[in-house]
């Protein structure tokens, strides 16, 4: 064999290791992506949700707005929405248990999902991104490797509506329409009942709650918390007769924290003779306000849910998911009322006026009351 064969000879078998050689790097890289859900068929997700179902125009399409995102990014990930159709807790956890098996991440936004912690022990290899509840302990058990739990401040997207209420309403009678009083929707109607009593002590508003008799709340502990609840998310005939209740006592701003129930109190306020308005809630719901060439909706006290979720994926498929229950604030912008130009009606000293409470709310000098954190709304830090 001459120099030259011998030489090309040692290229060749060079270049035939360096192909195994990255060809098994190749495998093991694969393997790991396999393992934190970067593969070539992607994440597997499914949403499970309230009877409102993922198009609601509001809290459950947030969530799937978040998914849908995600996959933007990662084509190759698929998602499969489900719509539980009673709202009932153990029911609720029924229908994840019915797919779980199916699927690598399970999203369950709603507080009736806290009892899918019992499905988590049992489906280690499974991931579970819960939203509006902290899962519910399992013997002694209560931190899930496998279940991200992300609650909002409610209460300060509320506290922001609250104000905006007090400050632009002609009539000084605001109020709140509520679904069910889960800890979320008290803590919408806490914080929305502490921003109208900031307005009235620090702006010299005189601005009344409005509450309808027989629509009070009783949350999970038991207790009175008042209000105008409709019982159901997904009531809007309820809703029309709850808005229009309140609409006859004077009421010219309405937070809506209904849901889909919530579509009804939108209802009797486009079909109002009297100019009302409402506040949105969740989601920026200004297009769902649109009443011919008017516009009902004043701003909306929304959770950036979507971004969260997103985020929550990301860490599946980059290996840092971390199992836990978070509670999301203004300080990592998860909080806030809308206030893009075109997005609200609301006037320039508003605005101002919000801009301020915003970063007092986010350093902590401002802690609106909660459903459980100690205060009420007549008196809390910062009042």
């Known amino acids: 064999m001459g120099k030259n064969t011998k030489k090309l000879a040692m290229i060749l078998f060079i270049a035939f290791m360096t192909a195994v050689l990255a060809a098994c790097g190749n495998d093991s890289a694969n393997e790991n992506a396999a393992e934190a859900g970067t593969g070539e068929e992607g994440l597997k997700i499914a949403i499970v949700t309230s009877p409102s179902g993922v198009d609601d125009g509001n809290f459950n399409e947030d969530n799937y707005n978040g998914i849908l995102s995600f996959i933007e990014n990662h084509p190759t990930a698929t998602v499969k929405a489900v719509k539980e159709?009673?709202?009932?807790?153990?029911?609720?956890?029924?229908?994840?248990?019915?797919?779980?098996a199916d699927y690598d991440v399970i999203v369950t936004p709603g507080f009736q999902f806290a009892?899918?912690?019992?499905?988590?022990v049992e489906?280690?290899?499974?991931?579970?991104?819960?939203?509006?509840?902290?899962?519910?302990?399992?013997?002694?058990q209560k931190d899930f490797d496998n279940i991200y739990a992300m609650n909002f401040a409610e209460q300060e997207s509320g506290f922001?509506?609250?104000m905006a209420a007090a400050l632009e309403t002609k009539s000084n009678k605001v109020a709140v329409v509520n679904g069910i009083a889960?800890?979320?929707?008290?803590?919408?109607?806490?914080?929305?009942?502490?921003?109208?009593?900031?307005?009235?002590?620090?702006f010299g508003k005189?601005?009344?709650?409005?509450?309808?008799s027989g629509y009070s709340g009783t949350d999970v502990n038991g207790a009175d918390v008042g209000g105008n609840y409709a019982g159901s998310f997904a009531d809007p005939a309820k809703g029309k007769v709850v808005g229009n209740a309140l609409i006859e006592k004077g009421v010219d701003i309405i937070f809506v924290a209904a849901g889909g129930t919530g579509n009804g109190v939108f209802t009797a306020v486009k079909e109002a003779k009297d100019d009302v308005k409402v506040i949105g809630v969740d989601v920026d719901q200004y297009d769902e306000g649109v009443n011919g060439s008017e516009n009902i909706v004043l701003t909306s006290g929304v959770k950036f849910m979507a971004m969260n979720i997103e985020k929550a994926l990301n860490s599946i498929v980059?290996?840092?998911?971390?199992?836990?229950?978070?509670?999301?604030h203004a300080d990592t912008d998860s909080t806030g009322f809308i206030k893009e130009e075109g997005r609200h009606q609301l006037s320039e000293d508003t605005l101002?006026?919000?801009?301020?409470?915003?970063?007092?709310?986010?350093?902590?000098?401002?802690?609106?009351?909660?459903?459980?954190?100690?205060?009420?709304?007549e008196k809390f830090p910062g009042l």
């Open 123 to 140: 489906n280690p290899d499974k991931k579970f991104i819960l939203n509006d509840s902290e899962p519910a302990p399992v013997g002694d």
């Open 160 to 162: 922001f509506a609250g």
């Open 318 to 328: 980059d290996g840092s998911f971390k199992g836990g229950n978070a509670v999301l």
């Open 85 to 100: 159709e009673t709202g009932d807790p153990a029911a609720a956890v029924q229908a994840v248990a019915d797919i779980v």
């Open 206 to 212: 005189n601005v009344e709650v409005v509450e309808l």
């Open 115 to 120: 009892g899918i912690s019992s499905l988590a």
């Open 182 to 202: 889960y800890p979320s929707n008290v803590n919408y109607q806490f914080g929305f009942e502490s921003g109208v009593n900031y307005a009235n002590a620090v």
């Open 352 to 377: 101002s006026k919000l801009n301020e409470a915003y970063e007092l709310v986010k350093d902590g000098t401002i802690v609106p009351a909660s459903n459980f954190n100690g205060h009420t709304p």
